[in-house]
Antibody
Framework: QVQLQESGPGLVKPSETLSLTCVVS?????????WGWVRQPPGKGLEWIGN???????YYNSSLKSRVTMSVDTSRNQFSLKLTSVTASDTAVYYC?????WGRGALVTVSS | EIVLTQSPGTLSLSPGERATLSCRAS???????LAWYQQKPGQAPRLLIY???SRATGIPDRFSGSGSGTDFTLTINRLEPEDFAVYYC??????????FGQGTKVEIK
């Protein structure tokens, strides 16, 4: 059974860095897929943040590119997201996804 | 950048009726890379359709997808109570980047 599980702080202060990790089980992250992050602000639609593959090749949403860094750890079958200089508008449920599978999502609130 | 526009924004129907949801792309999308997702409150999106018309594992056959180029449709025949949700189309034609439509809410009339 394929599972993706997001983890990380649920509360981040403004101007600080949001960090999340997605652990993939039941599916090798070294497969020929890109793995990505998608976020959903409360009551709004889905916004793609970026993708990464097992080789570390990354693609980011142009609107977030200056603040986003993604990385991959194939030994742990996981990938990670860092979003710098967060503001209240970055408050959202953050999902990791890939190969048609999604995590359950992690709510991250930006507040002092 | 490909923009996906879904219509209508909200669809009010009764159980047993047919739902027809539209997704229009700003430029041609490869059929291999057009998908539909269902999302219920408090849940992650669930893959329904990939490659325009292929149902994901476990998806009932009342869900069907069609279209090509810039116009795509998700049809739900004989709506069941559990089908009332928000539906998103997604393209990854400019792989590996993703784009989502803004969503169509199917609500009970």
């Amino acid at each position: 059974q394929v599972q993706l599980q997001e983890s990380g702080p649920g509360l981040v202060k403004p101007s600080e860095t949001l960090s999340l990790t997605c652990v993939v089980s039941g599916y090798s992250i070294t497969s020929d897929y890109y793995w990505g992050w998608v976020r959903q602000p409360p009551g709004k639609g889905l916004e793609w943040i970026g993708n990464i593959n097992h080789s570390g090749n990354t693609y980011y949403n142009s609107s977030l590119k200056s603040r986003v860094t993604m990385s991959v750890d194939t030994s742990r079958n996981q990938f990670s997201l860092k979003l710098t200089s967060v503001t209240a508008s970055d408050t959202a449920v953050y999902y990791c996804a890939g190969a048609g599978y999604w995590g359950r999502g992690a709510l991250v609130t930006v507040s002092s | 950048e490909i923009v996906l526009t879904q219509s209508p924004g909200t669809l009010s129907l009764s159980p047993g009726e047919r739902a027809t949801l539209s997704c229009r792309a700003s430029q041609s999308v490869s059929s291999r890379y057009l998908a539909w997702y269902q999302q219920k409150p408090g849940q992650a999106p669930r893959l329904l359709i990939y490659g325009v018309s292929s149902r994901a594992t476990g998806i009932p056959d009342r869900f069907s997808g069609s279209g090509s180029g810039t116009d795509f449709t998700l049809t739900i025949n004989r709506l069941e109570p559990e089908d009332f949700a928000v539906y998103y189309c997604q393209q990854s034609s400019t792989s590996p980047t993703w784009t989502f439509g803004q969503g169509t809410k199917v609500e009970i009339k």
